[in-house]
């Protein structure tokens, strides 16, 4: 009896515990936190790339204005008469409705009639402007004019965005609206604010829509809205507006979750559907609808450059289509991320959307999917706690892992047989914690090695990188991702002839002591020490880890080790040792970082044109007579308000563009008369002024010891004209 009692004990006391933890388990289930919501997102994600949406022929068609068209047609934005070419043309080709995804919130400064109105606002050029409508002979055409006359022959929808910065503009509103149940303003975000296209566009539209898609950051795009809110008005999006205007509909109607007499306690409901014409179209309970992607489909886009030079058949492509026109060009900014394209233009996912309203294909997550996953994780902590005392760990975790397997097998068939989205996470994270907290008794884990992982690397690498391959040591296996970096390389000047006359021993704890020093200043900032090259320092921001003011890191750095060098170079100087100055450049670039070499041996490195700049960068402080120069891209970047005095735009040698150039110049007393000078002396160069070579002398007499100032004085005096200084060696 004894025996017995002492078995029924040991089993009493794991089971109390893995009760406590299932019902630890279901207060989170209740909480529903970001972390969890992210791993059912990722599971959902996941789904999508292993069973994509297959694709079949909807009548919807993009008509995208790439990269060919860019370099066919001119950069964008283009003239407007252009933009008119391309919607009149598909309206002669028969499509049902043009949807514009672009916002036309100015007018066309290319348009005649308004460069001429620009000539008038200057007295010397007025008489031309006088001269040219007069010799026209007929008003001067107006580009937006022109735009709006073809849209009100041609079915169009303009676009407009809702932003989170309020504003006075107001989106026409085209649709009606109309509701069942509780109406849809109690469970749509409101913005404070438009960006709106011009008033004479919206009114010659057939419908007028929001291309807002949701998402922001980094965050993927699994779900767009159908309709959203502007304070109190409500707008459809533009794929619902382009979809009513392809219908001749008039009138959207919500449905509630009250609209058939459901008890519903405060907002919990929510939307259910929006009807649009003949289609009802299933909406999670803030409007939005679920979005199931195709892979990349070559034959649902037509580059614009095909539709203007004639060489696509638009009767066949777009006759009886709804036609959305937008961009896929990578520096029109339009790209989101979505969860089997990184890089999924903005018109696509709209043209996805109506695919999947058109084909009545639509992933959903039913009302009951939460009470469902509830009783699965109760389900299976409850099995968990009953067998793990009674078979042992072993068994247990086989039965454990067929049952999480039984758990994700049944979302994944949910998914690829019925569309619905059914998340298995909290079933297998409860029935793995249950496991865990159970045998805890027995299986007790250590921090040994993740102890001895950051013990012997911290030696060697930056506390920030240890981290990361600490919580991902998948990052130690071969491979990069490209991402927008900002590097800083010193150097010290004159150190290789220091090298040849100093003691080897004396050198060598000088170095030490130098690198130490600026190696501390680096990391404390949170930068990654990239390579030690002799005297010189490579180091790199936003990366390995995130870093969204790595900019400002990296000059706020560059000053800290400039202050440093310059104490160092001082203190050394008093003791004897004429230790060279130190020349600093910052820049900020895309680059592909991650881990290179071989299977043996690999180093976490960045590789790309921005590294190079950013030595020439650093290497032309010695032409400059500057200790310090940061690119005008790291300039932009920064988000603080650094002050800087320019340098001029630096064409390097080996670069066919150049780069401009600023010294920074926080951190120290200036003399503001100098500055003024010099910032009036530089705007004189960049606008040509013959006035220049005289300021630059001038300047040059009353600050002999600035470097900066002289070397213009010295170009001017040759000759030269302008801010464009060229290098003709590194």
Same mark, same amino acid.
């Given at each position: 009896? /004894? ?114 109105? #620009? ?34 022959? !041609? ?103 009250? /609209? @058939? ?15 649009? #014409? ?40 777009? *006759? *009886? ?108 994270? #409860?029935? @793995? ?43 130690? =296996? ?31 704890? &000088? ?14 900032? *949170?930068?990654?020490?990239? =390579? ?48 060279? &100055?130190?020349?600093?450049? !910052? ?11 071989? @299977? ?27 200790? !310090? ?10 988000? =603080? ?33 100098? &500055? ?49 200084? !060229?290098?003709?060696? =590194?």
């Amino acid at each position: 009896m /004894a025996r017995r009692r002492l078995s029924w004990s040991s089993a009493l006391k794991p089971s109390i515990l893995g009760l406590l933890a299932l019902a630890l388990l279901l207060m989170v289930r209740a909480l529903d936190p970001v972390l969890l919501g992210d791993l059912r997102s990722l599971v959902f994600d996941t789904y999508q790339r292993l069973a994509p949406r297959p694709y079949q022929f909807a009548p919807v068609r993009v008509v995208d204005i790439d990269d060919r068209s860019l370099a066919a047609y001119g950069q964008w934005p283009w003239p407007r008469d252009l933009l008119a070419e391309v919607v009149g043309r598909l309206g002669d080709a028969g499509a049902a409705v043009v949807a514009l995804d672009i916002i036309l919130a100015e007018p066309d400064r290319t348009s005649p009639a308004r460069i001429v109105d #620009g000539w008038r606002a200057d007295p010397r050029l007025a008489p031309l402007a006088d001269l040219v409508e007069a010799e026209a002979g007929i008003p001067l055409p107006d580009n937006d004019a022109t735009l709006a006359t073809v849209i009100t022959q !041609v079915p169009t929808v303009t676009a407009f965005a809702l932003t989170r910065v309020g504003s006075d503009a107001v989106p026409r509103l085209v649709a009606g609206l109309a509701n069942a149940g509780s109406p849809p303003e109690r469970y749509l975000e409101s913005f404070p604010g438009a960006v709106v296209s011009l008033p004479a566009l919206e009114a010659a539209a057939w419908g007028n829509g929001s291309v807002g898609i949701g998402g922001g950051g980094n965050e993927l795009i699994r779900r767009v809205p159908m309709l959203q809110r502007l304070r109190d008005q409500i707008y459809p999006t533009l794929p619902m507006e382009a979809l009513r205007v392809a219908q001749g509909a008039s009138t959207l109607i919500t449905r509630a979750a009250d /609209a @058939s007499g459901e008890i519903v306690i405060g907002d919990y409901g929510g939307l259910t559907a929006l009807r649009n #014409g003949a289609f009802d179209i299933p909406l999670t309970a803030d409007g939005y609808l679920w979005l199931h992607y195709t892979g990349t489909v070559p034959e649902r886009t037509i580059p614009a450059a095909s539709v203007l030079d004639g060489t696509a058949d638009l009767a066949t492509l777009v *006759g *009886g289509n709804i036609v959305f026109i937008g961009s896929s060009a990578a520096g029109l900014s339009d790209l989101r991320a979505t969860p089997i394209n990184d890089f999924e233009p903005g018109v696509l996912i709209h043209a996805q959307a109506i695919e999947q309203i058109l084909l009545g294909w639509f992933l959903e997550r039913p009302d009951w999917a939460t009470g469902a996953e509830i009783l699965a994780l109760l389900a299976l902590g409850v099995l968990m706690i009953v067998l793990l005392p009674r078979v042992g760990a072993l068994f247990g975790a086989v039965a454990g892992l067929l049952l999480v397997t039984a758990a994700a097998a049944g979302s994944w068939l949910a998914f690829s047989e019925a569309r619905l989205l059914l998340d298995p996470v909290y079933a297998i994270i #409860g029935g @793995s914690a249950v496991y865990l907290v159970v045998s805890a008794a027995m299986h007790v884990r250590t921090e040994h090695e993740r102890g001895f992982v950051r013990q012997a690397f911290t030696q060697y690498l930056s506390p920030a990188l240890v981290g990361r391959l600490l919580e991902h040591p998948e990052r130690l =296996k071969l491979g990069g991702e490209t991402r927008e970096l900002t590097f800083l390389f010193s150097d010290i000047a004159g150190f290789t002839s220091f090298t040849e006359r100093a003691d080897p021993e004396v050198l060598v704890a &000088l170095l030490n002591e130098y690198l130490d020093g600026m190696c501390a200043i680096v990391m404390a900032h *949170g930068g990654t020490i990239d =390579k030690i090259v002799g005297d010189a320092v490579h180091a790199m921001f936003n990366a390995p880890v995130d870093q969204p003011d790595h900019a400002d890191r990296a000059v706020d750095c560059a000053l800290a080790l400039d202050g440093f060098a310059e104490a160092f170079r001082a203190r050394k100087a008093a003791e004897g040792l004429p230790f060279g &100055l130190t020349r600093i450049g !910052v820049n900020t670039g895309e680059v592909v970082v991650g881990n290179f070499g071989g @299977s043996r041996r690999f180093d976490y490195t960045a590789h790309g044109d921005a590294i190079n700049t950013t030595a020439r960068i650093e290497s032309v402080n010695k032409h400059l007579g500057t200790r !310090v120069c940061v690119t005008g891209e790291t300039k932009r970047v920064c988000r =603080k308000a650094h002050r800087y005095r320019p340098v001029g735009a630096l064409l390097l040698k080996g670069k066919a563009k150049p780069v401009k150039a600023f010294e920074p110049l926080d951190g120290g007393d200036q003399d503001e008369t100098l &500055l003024a000078g010099y910032r009036a002396l530089y705007q004189a160069m960049a606008e040509g002024r013959d006035d220049a070579p005289v300021m630059a002398e001038a300047l040059a007499n009353s600050y002999p010891d600035d470097p900066l100032i002289a070397l213009h004085a010295r170009r001017l005096a040759r000759g030269e004209r302008g801010i464009e200084i !060229v290098f003709d060696e =590194k």
